[in-house]
């Protein structure tokens, strides 16, 4: 009776068994099927944002690429602009500056800039550009036109008079050796003037001021004055004229032959205390 119990007992609670399992296997399906739904939802939400995150970075992108696109067409048109503004127009030549009978540089005003602007240029390339005020600079000019300069007259120099030896060989003429006297003099004293005053023009005197030079009238102003690096017992003075021309004299000619400047040089310079 009990061993009958007892397997009654048995084939019940392995019934109990067969009927627990399957409906603790559809609760574990539903969660499953429910966790992954919940799964499949996330990721959708997921992408989707995604989707539109990447949209707004793709929109934004756009309009940088725009912004640049613009800026860089107001660039190029104001280059433009610019290339049209930096056209300059020589208005005349005001002064030069030669080297041993050669004119190496002009001073340049500029039409539509003041004379503060003026700037020094390379001789042969205002030759080329603007040869005709070239010509009129050097014939306003009471000097010997330099020997590169256009408008000189090519006759002068094969119609002037030659002497000659009884050998028949030709030799130079009095004024030609000095000529090439004060070159050489001149060759060798450039060498001791400061670079910076030589770009500006300033020249060891060759054929101006001369002897028909009226100082007082002609001179414009003394621009400086310095004590000779070589020669400490001589004052270079740094004297510029009405006619453009820049030259270099020896303090003591400048105060024979035109004292007033002097005065009004130093005059301008005194302080009071």
């Known amino acids: 009776m009990s061993q009958e119990k007892n397997q009654v007992l048995s084939d019940d609670d392995v019934n109990m068994a067969h009927h627990e399992e399957p409906i603790l296997d559809e609760n574990e399906k539903n969660n499953k099927d429910m966790s992954n739904e919940g799964s499949s939802s996330d990721r959708e939400n ?5 989707v539109k995150e990447n949209s707004e970075k793709d929109q934004a992108s756009l309009e940088e690429e725009e912004e640049e696109e613009e800026e860089e067409e107001k660039g190029s048109d104001y280059e433009d602009k610019s290339d049209k503004e930096e056209e ?3 208005e005349k030549i005001v002064g030069h500056r030669t080297f041993k009978g050669k004119v190496v540089e002009y001073e340049i005003k500029w039409k539509g800039y003041s004379e503060e602007e003026n700037t020094m240029e390379k ?4 030759h080329s550009d603007v040869p005709d005020l070239c010509e009129k600079y050097w014939d306003n000019l009471n000097v010997k036109r330099p020997s590169n ?3 000189r007259d090519k006759e002068e120099a094969s119609n002037r008079p030659k ?3 009884k050998e028949g060989s030709t030799v130079l003429g009095k004024r030609n050796r000095e000529e090439e006297q004060v070159e050489r003099i001149e060759g060798s004293r450039l060498e001791h003037v400061p670079r910076c005053m030589i770009d500006k023009g300033f020249v060891i005197p060759k054929t101006y001021p001369n002897e028909k030079t009226k100082w007082s009238s002609e001179l414009k102003h003394i621009s400086a004055v310095q004590l000779s690096p070589v020669d400490k017992s001589i004052m270079l003075t740094y004297v510029e004229w009405n006619n453009g021309q ?3 004299h020896e303090m003591s000619e400048v105060h024979k032959k035109c004292p007033e400047a002097l005065i009004d040089y130093y005059e301008a310079r005194l302080r009071f205390v």
């Open 163 to 165: 002497k000659t030896t």
């Open 149 to 151: 300069a256009p408008g």
């Open 88 to 90: 300059y127009e020589i």
């Open 123 to 126: 001789a042969n390339a205002i």
């Open 246 to 248: 820049r030259t270099i």
């Open 46 to 50: 997921s992408a989707g944002e995604e």
